[in-house]
């Protein structure tokens, strides 16, 4: 069984920054695609960014066009562990942000693509 903790939300400044983790345990890690995605109230669930394995010890980001420039998703393989640093935080980049993981396959930006999900965390940026 396949679970997935996220951990470093809060509340932070407009222009501020914030580092999300997400420690998934339950299988071998290092060849999975991990994404995030984020919910605010009254709306769906949307792609951030996701991170797959392209062989040979080298990876592929994807990024929504809301957060590319601002936001970096990376992994650390030996801790099981995949991060989503934040920098330039605006308010409309307050949501619940969930790690999500598919069964199998690459990146897709649709959150029904994805079979494994945690229990999500807060970021609330203030203006």
């Known amino acids: 069984q396949v679970q997935l903790v996220e951990s470093g939300g809060g509340l932070v400044q407009a222009g501020g920054s914030l580092r999300l983790s997400c420690a998934a345990s339950?299988?071998?890690?290092?060849?999975?695609?991990m994404a995030w995605f984020r919910q605010a109230p009254g709306k769906e669930r949307d792609f951030v960014a996701a991170?797959?394995?392209?062989?040979?010890?080298?990876?592929?980001?994807d990024y929504a066009g809301s957060v590319k420039g601002r936001f970096t998703i990376s992994r650390d393989n030996a801790k099981n562990t995949v991060y989503l640093q934040m920098n330039s935080l605006k308010p409309e980049d307050s949501a619940v942000y969930y790690c999500?993981?598919?069964?199998?396959?690459?990146?897709?930006?649709?959150?029904?693509?994805?079979?494994?999900w945690g229990q999500g965390t807060q970021v609330t940026v203030s203006s």
């Open positions: 999500a993981a598919p069964s199998y396959g690459g990146i897709r930006r649709i959150w029904t693509a994805y079979d494994y």
């Open positions: 339950g299988r071998t890690f290092s060849s999975y695609t």
């Open positions: 991170i797959n394995w392209i062989g040979q010890n080298r990876y592929y980001a």
